[in-house]
T-cell receptor
């Protein structure tokens, strides 16, 4: 089973609250990603990191921020949650650092389903 | 958009039948990957096919890739009720000007497969 963990699994929170979604992996992967997915829809990349102290915004505009202080940890923070942030957030990692990166698939966590009321 | 587009959007079959899902994409790729997602969960990597490969097998899965048509197919043979899930294709696009090692995937909306006992 995947060695990438997301907490919490479900979160219901009021508008305006600050929240942090946790993601940790034990595989030593260099690359980590955050995707947002609405039911029945495609995944949209919102943030990614290619290593410690490296973070980039993805293709979908997001009001969230991320940090990568340690290889294994890639938390996502929303400073002020809004109902429009209600969605499923998926964390993934890839690439152990050797070989061709194009030969590696992603390992996903189980996701955090966020509801902002 | 580079996103893969799966076809059909939904597929319903009986146990024992084969299931075929198709994926089309728009630009040059390093590889194409197929993932499975059970309802409300994260994605599970099934198979990766590189741009210089034409066919790949893994257990009951068979993937083909036709780069001239920019299309791929996933065949699940002798399907089981446990195969019920959404199946996504994802493309690792060649990024002009920045090389091809960034490993960012672009996902489609998926095919919802239902296998009836």
């Amino acid at each position: 089973e995947a060695d990438i963990y997301q907490t919490p699994r479900y979160l219901v929170i009021g508008t305006g609250k600050k929240i942090t979604l946790e993601c940790s992996q034990t595989m030593g992967h260099d690359k980590m990603y955050w995707y947002q997915q609405d039911p029945g829809m495609e995944l949209h990349l919102i943030h990614y990191s290619y290593g410690v102290n490296s973070t980039e915004k993805g293709d979908l505009s997001s009001e969230s921020t991320v940090s990568r202080i340690r290889t294994e940890h890639f938390p996502l923070t929303l400073e002020s949650a809004r109902p429009s942030h209600t969605s499923q957030y998926l964390c993934a990692s890839s690439y152990p650092g050797t070989g061709n990166p194009s030969n590696y698939g992603y390992t996903f966590g189980s996701g955090t389903r966020l509801t902002v009321v | 958009s580079q996103q893969g587009e799966e076809d059909p959007q939904a597929l319903s079959i009986q146990e024992g039948e084969n299931a075929t899902m198709n994926c089309s994409y728009k630009t040059s790729i390093n590889n194409l990957q197929w993932y499975r997602q059970n309802s409300g969960r994260g994605l599970v990597h099934l198979i990766l096919i590189r741009s210089n490969e034409r066919e790949k097998h893994s257990g009951r899965l068979r993937v083909t890739l036709d780069t001239s048509k920019k299309s791929s197919s996933l065949l699940i043979t002798a399907s089981r009720a446990a195969d019920t899930a959404s199946y996504f294709c994802a493309t690792d696009a060649v990024r002009l000007g920045r090389g091809s090692t960034l490993g960012r995937l672009y996902f489609g909306r998926g095919t919802q497969l239902t296998v009836w006992p």
